[in-house]
């Protein structure tokens, strides 16, 4: 990737913005040196904080292709780098049968490139456009061990080889995101190889920005006790703390409802959209309830103007 396409580190946080994607300068700085130095970028956070998010905001940003391989437990190389297409090759040898080939000659054919059905990694690689593509490799910490040893061999050379084709190297190298909901610690042999920078709630003001961009029309009054409510559930011992996602959710709830004023009653009917597990949702009832939303009255403000993209 040419370091220049993403511009200066004001102009990043600028241009971000315009993509929705509210960032702080230390992020942004982070972001600046991955393309300076072509190394990935390596996002660990609770989930629904901008990890993902982020990916798609520098692809929109650098007007190109984000490439996404979301990881899961037990996915091996082969699901996503490449695959054959066995039944095209079936087909194809079918025909030459059906137009007289000689025997010795039957398949010579069927380990072309026309073949092969390429998967993330491999599209990646190959990409042939003039700007790179982004790569995320979302949820790194759900994959095994050994995909993350094979992970760490690709990110060094950006280079496969495939026995029936030869070595494919990459012709620009991607701007590659990493991300983790850190459900287990990587190696540090891969973070070394990356820039690391780690993803935490937001700050109420930062929050609301956030849903002034990504909710166009709701009103400052409400963003602002809706973003102070989810930061007193943020200081609550729950199984799962709701992340930026579920704010945005929940204010694009209220305001489908016409909801002006958070109140016991709104909260309780719309807990759906904040916690997303019965124990949790059963926490939050009575004194605990009350109290929340009485911090969040103590915030008064107008309305806000129309934002662009959803942010987080």
């Given at each position: 990737m040419c370091p220049d396409m993403l511009g200066s580190?004001?102009?990043i946080e600028q241009r971000l913005a315009g993509e929705g994607y509210i960032a702080d300068r230390e992020l942004t700085t982070t972001v600046y040196l991955a393309g300076q130095l072509q190394k990935p970028l390596f996002l660990e956070g609770e989930p629904g904080v901008g990890k993902t998010a982020l990916a798609k905001a520098i692809a929109r940003l650098l007007d190109t292709d984000l490439i996404r391989l979301q990881c899961y437990e037990g996915l091996?190389?082969?699901?996503?780098?490449?695959e054959w297409n066995y039944l095209r090759q079936m087909l194809e040898i079918r025909l030459q049968e059906a137009r007289g080939i000689d025997k010795a000659e039957l398949g010579r054919n069927i380990f072309d490139r026309e073949f092969?059905?390429?998967?993330?990694?491999?599209?990646?690689?190959?990409?042939?456009?003039p700007r790179p593509p982004v790569l995320l490799v979302d949820e790194i910490d759900r994959s095994d061990e050994e995909f993350e040893a094979f992970l760490l061999e690709l990110l060094s050379d950006f280079q496969i080889t495939i026995p029936e084709i030869?070595?494919?190297?990459?012709?620009?190298?991607?701007?590659?995101?990493l991300t983790s909901n850190r459900t287990r610690e990587m190696h540090d042999a891969l973070k070394r190889r990356c820039l690391y920078h780690w993803i935490?709630?937001?700050g109420v003001e930062k929050?609301?920005?956030i849903v002034a961009v990504a909710v166009p029309g709701i009103r400052e009054q409400l963003a602002g006790q809706i973003?102070?409510?989810?930061?007193?559930?943020?200081?609550?011992?729950?199984?799962?703390?709701p992340g930026v996602a579920e704010t945005i959710d929940w204010a694009n709830a209220l305001l489908a409802l016409g909801i002006e004023d958070l109140e016991p009653e709104v909260v309780k009917s719309t807990l759906s959209c904040i916690l997303k597990y019965r124990s949790d949702q059963e926490k939050l009832t009575g004194e605990q309830l009350q109290k929340a939303i009485a911090v969040t009255k103590n915030f008064?403000?107008?309305a806000v103007g129309t934002g662009r993209r959803a942010a987080i």
């Open positions: 580190i004001p102009e091996d190389a082969q699901s996503a780098l490449y092969l059905l390429r998967r993330p990694l491999l599209q990646a690689i190959q990409y042939e456009s030869g070595t494919i190297k990459a012709a620009r190298v991607p701007f590659v995101v935490d709630y937001p929050e609301q920005a973003c102070r409510f989810m930061e007193q559930l943020r200081q609550q011992d729950f199984y799962k703390r008064k403000g107008r």
